[in-house]
């Protein structure tokens, strides 16, 4: 089975700044990966697929990229409504363990 | 709107069985493709199993830690997916979300989630 592996794990950011988060597979995956956020208590939303596809209605502030065994999700200006947790999946199945991104 | 929602979770002794509904509107039920994911307490998404449409030949996948214990089947003429969940564990109890795979790849719509304590 595919591994996916996230890091950080939880980062800390204050408004305005350029965040990533990187996502890496354990064996290549071409560029089926997918990025989702996920706040508590509500749905996990689609931000990006087929690894630098932005999802319609997603902020253009949101971007990924990779291929292969390397990705990466960038937020290029935090706002406030982006404090949750991300996570990466390869295809439809395997997750990544999550990045929690708090307010620092 | 396009909308989907879980019901039926609750409280279940461990080695004991429960079933989980998904109703969705808004969008082609009988042409879905659809997945379960799930969210123990804590910790990351999990990914439980999907079912392709009729029109795709209904192909089910399970992940291994459920594969034998649990079913996906739908209902496309009441819009409705199941999770029939036996022999439950304590390590089944998490948020179960379902989701849409609007593309092939991707869980592209998810419902907000109905919780399973497997406890005694």
């Known amino acids: 089975d595919i591994q996916m592996t996230q890091s950080p794990s939880s980062l800390s950011a204050s408004i305005g700044d350029r965040v990533t988060i990187t996502c890496r597979a354990s064996q290549s995956i071409g560029t089926s990966l997918n990025w989702y956020q996920h706040k508590p208590g509500k749905a996990p939303n689609l931000l990006i697929y087929?690894?630098?596809s932005l999802q319609g209605g997603v902020p253009s502030r949101f971007s990924g990229s990779g291929s292969g065994t390397d990705f990466s999700l960038t937020i290029s200006a935090l706002q406030l409504e982006d404090f949750a947790t991300y996570y990466c999946?390869?295809?439809?199945?395997?997750f990544g363990q999550g990045t929690k991104v708090e307010v620092k | 709107e396009v909308q989907l929602v879980e019901s039926g979770g609750g409280l279940v002794e461990p080695g004991g069985s429960l079933r989980l509904s998904c109703a969705g509107s808004g969008f082609r039920f009988t042409d879905a493709w659809l997945s379960w994911v799930r969210q123990a307490p804590g910790k990351g998404l999990e990914w439980v199993g999907r079912t392709k449409s009729k029109g795709s030949g209904e192909t089910r996948e399970y992940a291994a830690p459920v594969k034998d214990r649990f079913t996906i089947s739908r209902d496309d003429s009441e819009n409705t997916l199941y999770l029939q969940m036996n022999s439950l564990k304590t390590e089944d109890t998490a948020m179960y979300f379902c989701?849409?795979?609007?593309?092939?790849?991707?869980?592209?719509?998810w419902g907000r989630g109905t919780m399973v304590t497997v406890s005694s």
């Open positions: 999946q390869e295809s439809y199945r395997t």
């Open positions: 989701s849409w795979n609007q593309r092939p790849d991707t869980l592209d719509l």
């Open positions: 087929a690894a630098s």
